[in-house]
């Protein structure tokens, strides 16, 4: 990722005007630039991401801020996990050769009032539950873009309807940035990584791979023909039989637009996904694959 020693790594910049130099500078030499937008509490599925970047450009940026604007005054961001120290380690084990790590005050200095919404796709699923949540990370990804203008951003599909909100934001306002999804990386027994697992209490842990079970599960059932609706109804109480409550959604939507659809299209290049958010004790568990 970086000529750089790996003990040089990774410089850390905490305003826009160094990154931004950082970037020109490796432009001037002709290298291209990846960006990976992260709120840190690192984990493998956000390293997967920076290798990802790494095979797609010269360099990587890794940014790590901990957005307040798509925080609900009911939600975590007080105690959402800060660990700069260890995300830097990781991040140097990794080799990606820049951190934008901004404060608050940098990313929204007095007086700032500008905030973006993308219509459609941030409606419904998260975006029911989380009302402007949407509106925070659209306003903030597109500033980490302009700000860095990267040749690739790179987001994991975990987040599957966050990827889809910054896809059409990008494309909506002419960002000339290419938005490209990272596979969801998962334990072995199925739960997809999360720096919020680590709130899971030891048998709220063991439970919790019944989330991805029980999407896999009604994929199946789907794919083989069985009606959605009722595969739907069966999946989420399933998922209140083990425990979940309560289950938020657990719905097929347009894999492109998010649209709820009723049966999958048999015409190529219209695939499904099935999504799912549900709480286990106090932690709230999201997840997604293909149908």
Same mark, same amino acid.
């Given at each position: 990722?970086?000529?750089?020693?790996? +003990?040089?790594?990774?410089?850390?910049?905490?305003?826009?005007?160094?990154?931004?130099?950082?970037?020109?500078?490796?432009?001037?030499?002709?290298? +291209?630039?990846?960006?990976?937008?992260?709120?840190?509490?690192?984990?493998?599925?956000?390293?997967?991401?920076?290798?990802?970047?790494?095979?797609?450009?010269?360099?990587?940026?890794?940014?790590?801020?901990?957005?307040?604007?798509?925080?609900?005054?009911?939600?975590?961001?007080?105690?959402?996990?800060?660990?700069?120290?260890?995300?830097?380690?990781?991040?140097?084990?990794?080799?990606?050769?820049?951190?934008?790590?901004?404060?608050?005050?940098?990313?929204?200095?007095?007086?700032?009032?500008?905030?973006?919404?993308?219509?459609?796709?941030?409606?419904?699923?998260?975006?029911?539950?989380?009302?402007?949540?949407?509106?925070?990370?659209?306003?903030?990804?597109?500033?980490?873009?302009?700000?860095?203008?990267?040749?690739?951003?790179?987001?994991?599909?975990?987040?599957?309807?966050?990827?889809?909100?910054?896809?059409?934001?990008?494309?909506?306002?002419?960002?000339?940035?290419?938005?490209?999804?990272?596979?969801?990386?998962?334990?072995?027994?199925?739960?997809?990584?999360?720096?919020?697992?680590?709130?899971?209490?030891?048998?709220?842990?063991?439970?919790?791979?019944?989330?991805?079970?029980?999407?896999?599960?009604?994929?199946?059932?789907?794919?083989?023909?069985?009606?959605?609706?009722?595969?739907?109804?069966?999946?989420?109480?399933?998922?209140? +039989?083990?425990?979940?409550?309560?289950?938020?959604?657990?719905?097929?939507?347009?894999?492109?637009?998010?649209?709820?659809?009723?049966?999958?299209?048999?015409?190529?290049?219209?695939?499904?996904?099935?999504?799912?958010?549900?709480?286990?004790?106090?932690?709230?568990?999201?997840?997604?694959?293909?149908?």
């Amino acid at each position: 990722m970086s000529d750089l020693p790996s +003990s040089d790594l990774p410089r850390i910049v905490r305003t826009i005007a160094e990154l931004r130099a950082q970037v020109a500078a490796w432009r001037a030499e002709g290298l +291209s630039v990846a960006l990976v937008p992260t709120m840190g509490a690192l984990h493998e599925g956000h390293l997967s991401l920076m290798r990802q970047g790494a095979q797609m450009c010269d360099r990587v940026v890794a940014t790590i801020f901990v957005n307040p604007t798509q925080f609900a005054p009911s939600e975590d961001l007080d105690s959402y996990p800060r660990r700069e120290a260890q995300d830097v380690a990781a991040l140097r084990a990794a080799g990606v050769p820049l951190l934008f790590a901004p404060s608050v005050q940098e990313m929204y200095p007095q007086g700032f009032s500008t905030t973006i919404t993308v219509a459609d796709v941030s409606e419904g699923l998260c975006g029911g539950r989380r009302p402007g949540h949407f509106a925070g990370v659209a306003t903030v990804v597109a500033k980490l873009l302009l700000q860095a203008l990267p040749d690739v951003a790179i987001f994991g599909e975990k987040d599957y309807q966050q990827l889809q909100v910054i896809r059409r934001m990008a494309r909506d306002l002419d960002i000339p940035v290419r938005i490209e999804g990272g596979e969801t990386v998962r334990e072995e027994d199925g739960l997809a990584l999360s720096s919020r697992n680590a709130y899971l209490e030891p048998e709220e842990r063991a439970i919790a791979p019944a989330l991805h079970r029980v999407l896999v599960e009604v994929a199946a059932r789907i794919g083989h023909g069985a009606a959605p609706a009722q595969a739907l109804a069966d999946g989420m109480a399933v998922l209140e +039989s083990e425990g979940f409550g309560p289950v938020e959604y657990l719905e097929l939507r347009d894999a492109e637009t998010l649209a709820p659809i009723s049966a999958l299209d048999p015409a190529p290049g219209r695939p499904g996904r099935l999504l799912v958010a549900a709480w286990l004790g106090k932690t709230r568990l999201i997840d997604n694959i293909a149908v």
